[in-house]
């Protein structure tokens, strides 16, 4: 049998968290959730996710610094980071800082296991 995808969710919005979580949970999927940027790099060190769904705007350390901080550690820098953010697409990328993919809110449950898939596919 062979082992889960842990994905690991970086949020503040509580919500939205237990929201996701089960739109994640419909799959065969891990899902451990951080509630700030600090929590989220701990139990990235410590849970090794297989891909990371990041918010962008949140307290302690904020979407910018967990990029920044999964970039220049090489324990987690080969771990795909879906970025999460409220701004529209009419404003263009909206930042300027590596991650994999950018996932605009609201987004709907089947677009965002979609979303998922599709970089989960790239690592198998």
Known sequence: MS???RILLIDDDVDFVKATMKVLQSK???????????????????????????DILMPKVDG???????????SLSKIPILALTSFSDSYGQPFAFEVTDFI??????????????KHLERLS
């Open 3 to 5: 082992k889960p995808v």
């Open 28 to 54: 065969p999927y891990e899902v451990i959730a951080a509630h700030d940027g600090k929590e989220g790099l701990e139990k990235a060190r410590s849970e090794k996710p297989d891909l990371v769904l990041l």
């Open 64 to 74: 910018f610094g967990v990029a920044d901080q999964f970039k220049k550690d090489q």
């Open 104 to 117: 605009q809110k609201p987004i709907s449950p089947k677009d965002l296991l979609a979303k998922v898939e």
